[in-house]
Structures are given as structure tokens and as C-alpha cells.
């Protein structure tokens, strides 16, 4: 359990630790799970969960389980959304450096959401629209969101969300995603090279964030994203997915 900072109030950190302790257990646990993990008494956690579900930040269950409310959800919605308007400029530097266009997106339930985005300056480009929710599976940016996940959690994404062929690249087997995830976990990046649309290619990082999921990318014309290009995209990527990190991480601190 985190410790109160000082000035802080104990209720108000005590409800957070119960929405944490649920968030990591996949969103939804029993009371006496929701104790084990946040460590504190019962009925302390009964009097907290009461007035979180009254409040539509968490739900009761008919099984008398606890999961995450939809109150949250357009708080998050609205966090990502800032956010990804102070991401501007980082997004402007890597289509400064790489003349494609740049993309932030998070995973908001089973899909991608974007949101954020610079384009490119060619008039040939790819465009993304903004709080649009899109599959995973098909995209780098999908990857490299779903790399951050346990391959069980990301099996039940897939089995909830679908995996449709978008093209004849697109990868329509769990277990071939699987073991492509794998390899951007230990690389540190993801591509999709005309699995949503065919002559398009995307590379992606996952911002390594402690505080939230997401991934930066940058999207163009196979002919234009070449291996030159790519050689370069990467650690660019890199770089600016640490910086989103930073700022992220520092402004929950």
C-alpha cells in the first residue's frame, strides 16, 4: 500500500489504493482479495467501497465482486485527451526528424483509441482519427500496447474483440500475434508493414510509463519508410516514448 504524502488525507489515499488494487487485478476482485492486497482492515475497505460505488466509481457484481465503475471512464478519457495535446510537441519533433506522420494511442478496453497526432507534411500521408477505437491486432501501435500485457490478457483481449483480416498480411492467429509480441517485448519495438492497409508501414514503442499505457508511432507509404528511415525511427521512437514517460510519471508524483 502506497504511503500518504505529508498533507495528505488518508481516506483519500485509502480509496485510491482500493482502485489501484482492483485496476491491477484485471479490474474487478472480492472484498477479502480487495484487503489482501491493499492491507487494509475490512471494514475500513467495506465503508470505502460503499461510497466508491455510490459514486459510479466501482460496481458491485452479482457475485458480490467489485470491479471498476463507469464514472472513471470519461475521467480517463478526458486525462488521455490532455494529455495527448501536451504530446504535441514531441510528436512535432519526430515528423520534424522523419517527415511522417506521428501518432500517440492508448488501449481503452479491447481497442486502440488515438489520442494523439501530428501529421505528416507530404501531401501523401496517413491520417488517424482522433477518440476513434480501432482493433489491436492489425496495427504496430496495437502491438506495442498489447506487448505490455500478459500474454493470458492479451489472449482474452483478442478473444473479446475478434481478429479480422484487414489484408492478406494481417495476422489472424493468437498464437502467431503471441510470439510476435514477444519478439517486441525484447527488441523494444513493433511494425506493421501492410497489415491494416496494404503499402502502408508503422513503427511503434510503448511509452514506459508506470502510470499509464500507451504507445507513440509513426505511420507512412512503404516506399517512403524505408529501411534508412526505420534505422532512424527507432531509437527517435524510443527517445520520445522515455520523455512522454517522464512527464507522465512526474506529474502523478
Not at 471498476?68 to 515528423?95: H, K, M, N, Q, Y
Not at 478496453?109 to 482519427?129: E, K, L
Not at 524505408?226 to 520520445?240: I, K, S
Request: aromatic share 2%.
Amino acid at each position: 500500500m502506497a504511503q500518504s504524502k505529508p498533507g495528505g488525507v488518508q481516506s483519500v489515499t485509502r480509496a485510491l489504493d482500493i482502485l489501484e488494487a482492483i485496476d491491477a487485478a484485471g479490474g474487478e476482485q472480492a472484498l477479502i482479495e480487495i484487503a489482501a492486497a491493499s492491507g487494509l482492515p475490512t471494514p475500513t475497505i467495506h465503508r470505502l467501497v460503499r461510497t466508491l460505488v455510490d459514486r459510479g466509481y466501482l460496481r458491485q457484481l452479482p457475485d458480490r465482486r467489485y470491479a471498476l465503475g463507469s464514472r472513471l471512464i470519461p475521467l480517463g478519457s478526458s486525462a488521455l485527451t490532455a494529455f495527448g495535446s501536451r504530446s504535441t510537441p514531441e510528436l512535432r519533433r519526430l515528423v520534424g526528424e522523419l517527415g511522417e506522420t506521428a501518432n500517440l494511442a492508448t488501449l481503452d478496453g479491447d481497442q486502440v483509441v488515438y489520442v494523439g497526432q501530428v501529421p505528416s507534411p507530404h501531401a501523401m500521408r496517413m491520417f488517424t482519427d482522433l477518440g476513434r477505437h480501432v482493433h489491436a491486432h492489425p496495427r504496430a501501435t496495437g502491438k506495442a500496447l498489447l506487448s505490455q500485457l500478459s500474454d493470458d490478457q492479451v489472449r482474452a483481449v483478442l478473444r473479446r474483440a475478434g481478429m479480422p483480416a484487414f489484408t492478406s498480411r494481417t495476422i489472424t492467429s493468437p498464437e502467431e500475434l503471441l510470439a510476435q509480441l514477444a519478439v517486441v517485448r525484447e527488441r523494444g519495438w513493433a511494425v506493421d508493414e501492410g497489415e491494416l492497409e496494404d503499402g502502408v508501414v508503422c513503427l511503434a514503442v510503448p511509452v514506459p510509463s508506470t502510470t499509464a499505457l500507451l504507445a507513440v508511432s509513426i505511420s507512412g507509404p512503404a516506399v517512403r519508410v524505408d529501411e534508412r528511415v526505420r534505422a532512424r525511427a527507432v531509437p527517435l521512437l524510443a527517445q520520445v516514448a522515455a520523455d512522454l514517460a517522464t512527464q507522465l510519471d512526474v506529474a502523478s508524483a
